[in-house]
């Protein structure tokens, strides 16, 4: 049972350079996230998508795009990196059941570090 | 965005010790989790709040929806080494019923001596 996986686990890149940050869910959720953890900040939201063909914006997107492509894959996109984006980032998905809206799965994380 | 204050930011104890921390909110919450995260992994879901008052437990955990809805506790009654990790409280504001509005407190370290 893989539940939320993401790849790839560690990637270093030079400021300006773009990436991709992959995430995958086998669990039927409707729902996918992309969060940073950075030190004494918390987790914070980048992008969510309720559902499949639907994105949006969470406290922190400046800097980042995402695509959901199907349902159960949920892309993050770095255009050009910079120093700030260096963090760790984290893929979740959610049960959606009525009412319970915080049984966040989180994959492993990401950890991104921008020269 | 939300301000969550989650304190202490970090515990030292021996093995054996009940642990306590919490969470407190400017806001009224309708939800409240915890979630304990390990070094390398994910945050993984502890207990779930939805009314206020309410206590659950989950094994030697035990968690509490404060009556104001702005506050939330978290027990570990008898630590053990396996309890290592950082706790992150999370809440939902009150008249959201989507996990986008789930703000997340920035964490207690816990580490257990022998």
């Known amino acids: 049972n893989a539940g939320v996986t993401q790849t790839p686990k560690f990637q270093v890149l030079k400021t300006g350079q773009s990436m991709t940050l992959q995430c995958a869910q086998d669990m039927n959720h409707n729902s996918m996230y992309w969060y940073r953890q950075d030190p004494g900040m918390g987790l914070r939201l980048i992008y969510y998508?309720?559902?499949?063909?639907?994105?949006d914006k969470g406290e922190v997107p400046n800097g980042y795009n995402v695509s959901r492509l199907n349902k159960r894959e949920f892309s993050l996109r770095l255009e050009s990196a910079a120093p700030s984006q260096t963090s760790v980032y984290f893929c979740?998905?959610?049960?959606?059941?009525?009412?319970?809206?915080?049984?966040?799965?989180f994959g492993e994380g990401s950890r991104l570090t921008v020269l | 965005g939300q301000q969550l204050n989650q304190s202490p930011q970090s515990m030292f104890i021996q093995e054996g010790e009940d642990v306590s921390m919490n969470c407190t909110s400017s806001?009224?919450?309708?939800?409240w989790l915890w979630y304990k995260q390990e070094p390398g992994e994910g945050p993984v879901l502890l207990i779930a709040l939805y009314k206020a008052g309410e206590l659950t437990s989950n094994g030697r955990l035990t968690a509490q929806f404060g009556i104001t809805r702005k506050d939330s506790f978290l027990n570990i009654s008898a630590s053990i080494p396996s309890d290592v990790g950082i706790y992150f409280c999370a809440g939902q504001p009150i008249n959201t019923g989507t996990a986008s509005k789930l703000t997340f407190g920035t964490g207690t370290r816990l580490q257990v001596t022998l």
């Open positions: 979740a998905s959610i049960r959606g059941l009525a009412g319970r809206t915080g049984e966040l799965f």
């Open positions: 998508s309720a559902s499949e063909g639907t994105t």
């Open positions: 806001s009224i919450f309708n939800t």
